[in-house]
């Protein structure tokens, strides 16, 4: 049964998107299964969290990543490993696999497809749209918890019992701080320090990172990707999927901004053409 991939961006709604299939499937499975005491498929969910991968395995940047590891790229290539092996162990004409990783590198995403093929399953990619933005901005979001709860951390180690919730963060346009009160202060001052924050205000958001304000589900407890580079740098590498080429096909697409019923009818259309191979209108290269 399908091996389907997830695709898109860092931080970009992939797992919230592959739990709702993940869902989805389990209840059509249950519901095709309902005359036989066995499910009539198995589904399986892989993830970099599945497995425990953590976010620096993509760090490149060579002020980060010691040379001997950079030169063999090992810590990524250890994670693709440990990925296809698990794929690779569960996949069977009874097993549905879907894939969320960043399945980013169009040879890895042949790789999988040929994997498919070999076992004579079929194979889908799921690509989730979303603004770089927006993306950038729930990474920004989590590195923010996670400073502050390294704040707390510090605090509660060093016996003050003080736990505020004081941000760290020094290159976002919160940084400017909050617009300085004219009660406060004699109004020459204010006037004087609210052009300095006006200043402040604008050199950062001409020059900062273009990111969205987002606020994160309070279930969510993913790392961050830091330092902010292996972010960027997995933006830059990003191979975008062809619907042309036999292993990006077929494509579907799910954006951040689709409602459930949206979502619903893509995952329907999953079934139908990937699932139980009802070909309709996909976008296929043969
Ligand atoms: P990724 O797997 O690409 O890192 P996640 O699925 O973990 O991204 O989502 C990151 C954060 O964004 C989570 O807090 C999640 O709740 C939120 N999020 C993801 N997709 C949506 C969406 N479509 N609408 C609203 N919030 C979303």
């Given at each position: 049964m399908p091996l389907i991939l997830i695709t898109g961006l860092?931080?970009?709604g992939k797992s919230t998107r592959a739990a709702q299939l993940y869902d989805y499937l389990t209840e059509r499975i249950a519901a095709e299964s309902?005359?036989?005491?066995?499910?009539?498929f198995r589904l399986h969910l892989i993830s970099d969290q599945s497995l425990s991968i953590?976010?620096?395995?993509?760090?490149?940047?060579p002020a980060h990543t010691p040379a001997h590891v950079r030169s063999a790229n090992a810590s990524e290539k250890d994670a693709r490993a440990a990925l296809y092996g698990a794929v690779k162990r569960v996949l069977s004409p009874r097993d549905i696999v879907i894939l969320d990783t960043l399945n980013y590198i169009k040879g890895w995403r042949y790789q999988l497809y040929c994997e498919a093929k070999n076992v004579q399953t079929p194979f889908g990619l799921v690509q989730i749209g979303c603004p770089v933005a927006r993306a950038r901005g729930v990474n920004e979001a989590r590195i923010r918890r996670s400073e502050q709860q390294e704040q707390q951390e510090e605090e509660q180690k060093a016996g003050n019992g003080t736990t505020t919730s004081?941000?760290?963060?020094?290159?976002?346009?919160?940084?400017?701080?909050a617009a300085p009160k004219s009660?406060?202060?004699h109004p020459e001052t204010y006037q004087q320090s609210h052009q300095n924050w006006q200043q402040k205000q604008f050199e950062e958001e001409s020059t900062g990172p273009d990111f969205e304000d987002v606020t994160l589900s309070p279930t969510d407890s993913q790392e961050p990707y830091t330092p902010r580079s292996n972010w960027e740098n997995l933006v830059f590498r990003y191979e975008e999927p062809n619907p042309m080429s036999r292993w990006d096909s077929p494509l579907f697409i799910i954006t951040w901004d689709d409602t459930p019923s949206d979502t619903k009818a893509t995952f329907d259309q999953i079934w139908d053409?990937?699932?139980?191979?009802?070909?309709?209108?996909l976008i296929r290269a043969n």
């Amino acid at each position: 049964m399908p091996l389907i991939l997830i695709t898109g961006l860092p931080t970009s709604g992939k797992s919230t998107r592959a739990a709702q299939l993940y869902d989805y499937l389990t209840e059509r499975i249950a519901a095709e299964s309902s005359s036989s005491s066995t499910p009539k498929f198995r589904l399986h969910l892989i993830s970099d969290q599945s497995l425990s991968i953590s976010r620096s395995v993509y760090d490149l940047d060579p002020a980060h990543t010691p040379a001997h590891v950079r030169s063999a790229n090992a810590s990524e290539k250890d994670a693709r490993a440990a990925l296809y092996g698990a794929v690779k162990r569960v996949l069977s004409p009874r097993d549905i696999v879907i894939l969320d990783t960043l399945n980013y590198i169009k040879g890895w995403r042949y790789q999988l497809y040929c994997e498919a093929k070999n076992v004579q399953t079929p194979f889908g990619l799921v690509q989730i749209g979303c603004p770089v933005a927006r993306a950038r901005g729930v990474n920004e979001a989590r590195i923010r918890r996670s400073e502050q709860q390294e704040q707390q951390e510090e605090e509660q180690k060093a016996g003050n019992g003080t736990t505020t919730s004081t941000t760290t963060t020094t290159t976002t346009a919160a940084a400017a701080g909050a617009a300085p009160k004219s009660g406060d202060l004699h109004p020459e001052t204010y006037q004087q320090s609210h052009q300095n924050w006006q200043q402040k205000q604008f050199e950062e958001e001409s020059t900062g990172p273009d990111f969205e304000d987002v606020t994160l589900s309070p279930t969510d407890s993913q790392e961050p990707y830091t330092p902010r580079s292996n972010w960027e740098n997995l933006v830059f590498r990003y191979e975008e999927p062809n619907p042309m080429s036999r292993w990006d096909s077929p494509l579907f697409i799910i954006t951040w901004d689709d409602t459930p019923s949206d979502t619903k009818a893509t995952f329907d259309q999953i079934w139908d053409e990937v699932i139980v191979n009802k070909p309709q209108k996909l976008i296929r290269a043969n």
